[in-house]
Antibody, heavy 116, light 107 residues
Framework: QVQLVESGGGLVKPGGSLRLSCAAS????????MSWIRQAPGKGLEWVSY????????YYADSVKGRFTISRDNAKNSLYLQMNSLRAEDTAVYYC?????????WGQGTLVTVSS | SYELTQPSSVSVSPGQTARITCSGD??????ARWFQQKPGQAPVLVIY???ERPSGIPERFSGSSSGTTVTLTISGAQVEDEADYYC??????????FGGGTKLTVL
C-alpha cells in the first residue's frame, strides 16, 4: 500500500533553516510528480511546491520562492524540502503528497514551528 | 485570477443532501479536486477531475462542474461526513491553489 512518511519538523528560530524529508513506499516513486502542501494552525491548506518525476520541473508558491528548495532522490524514494530564512508565518504542518494535480495520497504531516 | 472561493460553512441534517460550491476563473479551464479533512487527520481525496470518484469513496459523494463553479454533492449526508472540505486546482501559471475550505456540519 502507498505510504508517505514525513520527518524533520521541529522548533526553529526566525531566520533559521530546516530540511524536511518524505519517505515513499508502495509505489514506483520515480514515476510520479510529488508535492508539498502546508497548513498553518487552525487555517486552510496552502500549496507550497511540486517537482516532476525526474526533478527537471519545479514550481513554488510566491510565499516561499527564493527561500525553499524542493528536491528528490529517486534512488532513495525520498522527497525533500529545504527551508531557509524561516519566518513566523511558515509555522505549519507540512504534508507531502503524491502527484501534482490529483494529490491522491498524503502523509500524516510534520509540524514546523518558527518562534524565538 | 487564481483564487478559489468556497462558503465558510454548510450545515445539513443527517440524510439530507449537502452541496458545497467552489468558484474561480481557473475552473473554466482546469479540473477541480475535492479533499475531505477530519480533525487531526491528513486530507483525503474524494473527487478528482471535477466528477471522478477514487476507489473506496462512498457513492454518496459526487462532483459536477458548470463554467467557473464546481460543486461537491453529498447525497444522504452521514454524521461521519462532518469535516472540512477543500477544493483544489492547478492554475494557469502552473501553481496549485486551494479554496479556503468549508466546514460541513451534519446534525
Amino acid at each position: 500500500q502507498v505510504q508517505l512518511v514525513e520527518s524533520g519538523g521541529g522548533l526553529v528560530k526566525p531566520g533559521g533553516s530546516l530540511r524536511l524529508s518524505c519517505a515513499a513506499s508502495g509505489f514506483t516513486f520515480s514515476d510520479y510528480y510529488m508535492s508539498w502542501i502546508r497548513q498553518a494552525p487552525g487555517k486552510g491548506l496552502e500549496w507550497v511546491s511540486y517537482i516532476s518525476s525526474s526533478g527537471s520541473t519545479i514550481y513554488y508558491a510566491d510565499s516561499v520562492k527564493g527561500r525553499f528548495t524542493i528536491s528528490r532522490d529517486n534512488a532513495k524514494n525520498s522527497l525533500y524540502l529545504q527551508m531557509n530564512s524561516l519566518r513566523a508565518e511558515d509555522t505549519a504542518v507540512y504534508y507531502c503528497a503524491r502527484a501534482k494535480a490529483n494529490l491522491d495520497y498524503w502523509g500524516q504531516g510534520t509540524l514546523v514551528t518558527v518562534s524565538s | 485570477s487564481y483564487e478559489l472561493t468556497q462558503p465558510s460553512s454548510v450545515s445539513v441534517s443527517p440524510g439530507q443532501t449537502a452541496r458545497i460550491t467552489c468558484s474561480g476563473d481557473v475552473l473554466a479551464k482546469k479540473y477541480a479536486r475535492w479533499f475531505q479533512q477530519k480533525p487531526g487527520q491528513a486530507p483525503v481525496l474524494v473527487i478528482y477531475k471535477d466528477s471522478e470518484r477514487p476507489s473506496g469513496i462512498p457513492e454518496r459523494f459526487s462532483g459536477s462542474s458548470s463554467g467557473t463553479t464546481v460543486t461537491l454533492t453529498i447525497s444522504g449526508a452521514q454524521v461521519e461526513d462532518e469535516a472540512d472540505y477543500y477544493c483544489y486546482s492547478a492554475a494557469d501559471n502552473n501553481r496549485g491553489v486551494f479554496g479556503g475550505g468549508t466546514k460541513l456540519t451534519v446534525l
